[in-house]
């Protein structure tokens, strides 16, 4: 196994604000953009050629990755000109591939964080000779998700649509987002128009008598698609939960980088990890956060499984829960933040505008 395709076009609507001025894959989680943890994963597995498929902000990426070489990669980049969907992503990308037709090319979702065994799942492609591979996980709720039943053998049998009854949840199989594709099936993708790979063509090979297989792989699995998952999936990574070689420390409590500046006496916990030039003012309490470049956390704040973003300021003794602070942002002193508030880019929130009573 040689070569990858990373499909990294998603706009990250469900992550705003901090997808504004970032796309997705290259927000930090864990210090570094999430992007750097599946590179050097997929490095980790074998892989040397990777194609970013790359819309949504795609002047981002190359200047941050190059050419690949500090990963011990060789990367490449296409841009879709429109949005073309998971599967016209795969194939606009085709002819940058450098595979024979009955070889594997490894295809990866730019927002799923994983423990997932690539040689595994790539072996399993090989000697079940199917025409793609699925990494499939279990999940205790599927109702949001759809199905993907396998026979006895992992040969998948269907594809089924997010279940409405309890009648309709026939497996807690689901797909989790990374497969093994024969190098000519990539080819038969339609191109030139948005096609998704999980709603038409899954569906479409099997109706033709394709072989899909799938492996189940019960690992650490999540989807990053909402604020609240990206900053649990952060503090996985600093806490070792989640599995990374590209973490820029010891897994731990905390993770510090370099050049930020936390007061002796602040409280760092739950795998919260401070960016690059990031103060942490005095008494200041933070559980499972991520407080991101220059970021400034002023005395007395306590954060809790947040997420505060590039330059942003909370004022002392403010108080966030399971909220995000955009890029740029001021929360003022002695404001309280609850589950689920969002502060725009660059919005200003004044001293003691935002406040819950005892009994709320």
């Known amino acids: ?13 469900r992550l705003r604000p901090l997808t504004v001025n970032t796309p997705k894959p290259m927000i930090p989680a864990a ?14 597995a074998g892989v040397e050629h990777v194609i ?22 060789s990367l490449e980049y296409v841009t879709e ?42 072996a399993t492609h090989a000697s079940s000779g199917a025409d793609v591979s699925l990494h499939l996980t279990r999940v205790a709720d599927p109702r ?10 992992g040969r998948v049998t269907a594809f089924l649509e997010k279940p409405q009854t309890p009648e309709e949840i026939v497996t807690d199989q689901i797909n989790a987002g990374a497969y093994v594709f024969r190098r000519s099936v990539i080819d038969t993708i339609p191109a030139g128009r948005p096609v998704s790979v999980e709603r038409e063509t899954f ?24 604020p609240q998952a990206f900053v649990r999936g952060s503090a996985d990574l600093v806490l070792g ?4 070689p590209a973490v820029p420390g010891r897994c731990g409590d905390r993770l510090v980088l370099p050049s930020a500046r936390v007061a002796p006496d602040a409280k760092l916990t739950g795998g919260t990890v401070v960016g690059e030039d990031a103060v942490v003012g005095a008494g200041a309490q933070i559980t499972g956060s991520a407080i991101l470049a220059g970021a400034v956390v002023e005395p007395g704040a306590i954060i809790t499984d947040s ?6 300021r909370i004022g002392a003794r403010t108080t966030l829960s399971g909220a995000v602070v955009g890029d740029g942002a001021h929360v003022a002193e002695d404001n309280e933040l609850r589950e689920g508030v969002r502060i725009w880019c660059n919005a200003t929130l004044p001293a003691g505008a935002l406040r819950f009573s005892s009994d709320q």
């Open 31 to 44: 210090g570094v953009p999430f992007l750097t943890h599946q590179l050097a994963r997929a490095r980790a």
């Open 307 to 312: 997420l505060v973003g590039a330059g942003a």
């Open 81 to 122: 000109e429109e949005p073309l969907g998971t599967g016209g992503a795969i194939r606009n990308v085709a002819s940058r591939l450098h595979s024979g037709p009955d070889e594997p090319v490894l295809v990866f979702n730019g927002d799923i964080l994983t423990g997932l065994d690539i040689r595994a799942l790539v």
């Open 52 to 73: 970013m498929a790359t819309s949504y902000l795609a002047e981002v990426f190359e200047p941050y990755f190059g050419d690949g070489s500090e990963l011990g990669l």
């Open 144 to 153: 949001a998700f759809g199905l993907v039943p396998t026979d006895p053998t």
């Open 241 to 244: 939960r989640a599995p990374s």
């Open 1 to 13: 196994m040689t070569e990858a395709i990373l499909l990294v076009g998603g706009k990250g609507t």
């Open 203 to 226: 569906p479409e090979l099997l109706s033709s008598g394709a072989h899909l297989q799938g492996m189940v792989d019960s690992t650490y699995w999540l989807d990053l698609g909402t």
